[in-house]
């Protein structure tokens, strides 16, 4: 049975920080893997969650079965958070998946079962795993431009030219916010571009929100999830609560689908169920329990959003300093895409080479595509990481 199988292709992400892990050297930075660390370079379970854990611990009486599309309490949350329009909710519908990946797959299934030629169209680049995602679904897949790397932002106008040529019925997957890897997000001005040429060559956006609140806030994070909701017919969204509530390991996350009408969206709804019934039938209970008791409570709510907000500042307070220091060290404002760019990653628009050096002569782990995670450098790494980079220039 298993003798004609190949050796396993090694994930670049995961194996490099495993190489990192095997790294003796005390100089040594980690900003390969994909997660929130503190200054002190740990990944924390958060007070709300920790608070919302021991509640749902002191309340479950029972391990028995939830339904198929998990908690429905869970749901109505998730969605909210996303989408709060009433109006919009009353055509829309929300799956709990196993984290965003499960609900990138579910509802690249949903295309495949909709559409079965469609085309899905990532930017270029996207999140490693959004072409395998849709592959595995039978999909096939094409990329539209979408990164500068002379600029370090999004060419709007290269994409806009792009998407014009996408036909009708075709999908195009979007990042929500903080684009991973590039963390050059789309301006207001591209989502309303964007949404017109969805009505006009009548393709299905497909937004990706793995990082809200991890931006420029919980709420400016979603307008373009929220413009495109209001002013199209339909959407596929996934939503993650991966980073914003740092539940990594519990994989929740959603599947949401807006359609014309609620019979609509019950229907895409039923046809989603019956595909993860063949797959894990039910997602996970634990991660949507926490969620749910947080959103649903205002206090927890509140301590939950505090938290988040400290996470997003840091954040933005490590891209200015590390440009500072790397405009001091190169007297130039070359890096100044560092604080513009929004979430946990950015490009450095270096070369393959150029990031073994920075791991090889440094220590410092960024991912070959010119990806770092700026949420993986601590306070006192700053300066080291800073001369690091301004030296393999
Ligand atoms: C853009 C994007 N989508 C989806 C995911 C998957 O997230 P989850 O842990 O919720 O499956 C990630 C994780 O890194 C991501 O960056």
Same mark, same amino acid.
């Given at each position: 049975?298993?003798?004609?199988?190949?050796?396993?292709?090694?994930?670049?992400?995961?194996?490099?920080?495993?190489a990192?892990?095997?790294?003796?050297?005390?100089?040594?930075?980690?900003?390969?893997?994909?997660?929130?660390?503190?200054?002190?370079?740990?990944?924390?379970?958060?007070?709300? %969650?920790? +608070?919302a854990?021991?509640?749902?611990?002191?309340?479950?009486?029972?391990?028995?079965?939830?339904?198929?599309?998990?908690?429905?309490?869970?749901?109505?949350?998730?969605?909210?958070?996303?989408?709060?329009?009433?109006?919009?909710?009353?055509?829309?519908?929300?799956? +709990?998946?196993?984290?965003?990946?499960?609900?990138?797959?579910?509802?690249?299934?949903?295309?495949?079962?909709?559409?079965?030629?469609?085309?899905?169209?990532?930017?270029?680049?996207?999140?490693v795993? &959004?072409?395998? %995602?849709?592959?595995?679904?039978?999909?096939?897949?094409?990329?539209?431009?979408?990164?500068?790397?002379?600029t370090k932002?999004?060419?709007? $106008?290269?994409?806009?030219?792009?998407?014009?040529?996408?036909?009708?019925?075709?999908? %195009?997957?979007?990042?929500?916010?903080?684009?991973?890897?590039?963390?050059?997000?789309?301006?207001?001005?591209?989502?309303?571009?964007?949404?017109?040429l969805?009505?006009?060559?009548?393709?299905?956006?497909?937004i990706?929100?793995?990082y809200?609140?991890?931006?420029?806030?919980?709420?400016?994070?979603?307008?373009?999830?929220?413009?495109?909701?209001e &002013?199209?017919?339909e959407?596929?969204?996934?939503?993650s609560?991966?980073?914003?509530f740092?539940?990594? #390991?519990? #994989?929740?996350?959603?599947?949401?689908?807006? $359609?014309?009408?609620?019979?609509?969206?019950?229907?895409?709804?039923?046809?989603?169920?019956?595909?993860?019934?063949?797959?894990?039938?039910?997602?996970?209970? &634990?991660?949507?329990?926490?969620?749910?008791?947080?959103?649903?409570?205002?206090?927890?709510?509140? $301590?939950?959003?505090?938290?988040?907000?400290q996470?997003?500042?840091?954040? %933005?307070?490590?891209?200015?300093?590390?440009?500072?220091?790397?405009?001091?060290?190169?007297?130039?404002?070359?890096?100044?895409?560092?604080?513009?760019?929004?979430?946990?990653?950015s490009?450095?628009g270096y070369?393959?080479?150029?990031?073994? #050096?920075?791991?090889?002569?440094?220590?410092?782990?960024?991912?070959?595509?010119?990806?770092?995670?700026?949420?993986?450098?601590?306070?006192?790494?700053?300066?080291?990481?800073?001369?690091?980079?301004?030296?393999?220039?």
């Open positions: 049975m298993f003798s004609n199988l190949p050796a396993p292709v090694q994930d670049p992400i995961l194996s490099l920080s495993q990192s892990r095997l790294d003796q050297r005390d100089t040594k930075v980690d900003l390969g893997i994909g997660v929130y660390k503190n200054s002190d370079g740990v990944t924390p379970v958060m007070q709300s %969650v920790l +608070q854990q021991n509640i749902v611990l002191q309340q479950q009486t029972t391990k028995a079965y939830v339904g198929m599309a998990g908690d429905e309490e869970f749901n109505a949350a998730a969605l909210s958070l996303v989408l709060p329009d009433s109006a919009i909710a009353q055509r829309a519908t929300s799956i +709990q998946t196993p984290g965003a990946s499960g609900g990138l797959r579910m509802l690249a299934e949903l295309i495949a079962f909709s559409h079965p030629n469609a085309t899905v169209w990532l930017s270029n680049p996207s999140y795993n &959004h072409q395998p %995602v849709m592959e595995a679904a039978g999909l096939k897949v094409k990329h539209y431009r979408y990164f500068d790397v002379k932002q999004v060419d709007t $106008a290269a994409m806009l030219d792009d998407l014009a040529k996408v036909k009708a019925k075709d999908v %195009v997957l979007l990042h929500g916010c903080c684009h991973n890897p590039t963390g050059a997000d789309l301006s207001p001005e591209a989502w309303k571009q964007v949404t017109e969805a009505h006009k060559q009548g393709f299905l956006p497909f990706d929100i793995a809200q609140g991890f931006g420029d806030g919980l709420e400016q994070d979603a307008f373009g999830v929220r413009y495109m909701a &002013h199209l017919p959407l596929l969204v996934t939503s609560c991966s980073k914003n740092g539940l990594y #390991r519990e #994989r929740t996350g959603s599947a949401i689908i807006v $359609a014309k009408n609620g019979t609509h969206a019950a229907n895409a709804r039923g046809k989603v169920l019956q595909i993860s019934r063949t797959s894990y039938t039910m997602p996970p209970a &634990h991660g949507a329990s926490i969620v749910k008791t947080i959103l649903l409570d205002n206090d927890l709510k509140a $301590a939950w959003f505090n938290e988040l907000e996470m997003r500042l840091r954040l %933005v307070s490590l891209r200015h300093n590390l440009c500072l220091e790397l405009e001091k060290r190169t007297q130039t404002n070359d890096f100044d895409f560092i604080k513009q760019h929004k979430g946990m990653f490009v450095l070369t393959s080479e150029q990031m073994i #050096r920075l791991r090889e002569e440094f220590a410092v782990y960024g991912v070959n595509d010119g990806r770092i995670n700026i949420a993986g450098l601590r306070e006192q790494d700053l300066n080291y990481v800073a001369s690091a980079i301004a030296k393999v220039r």
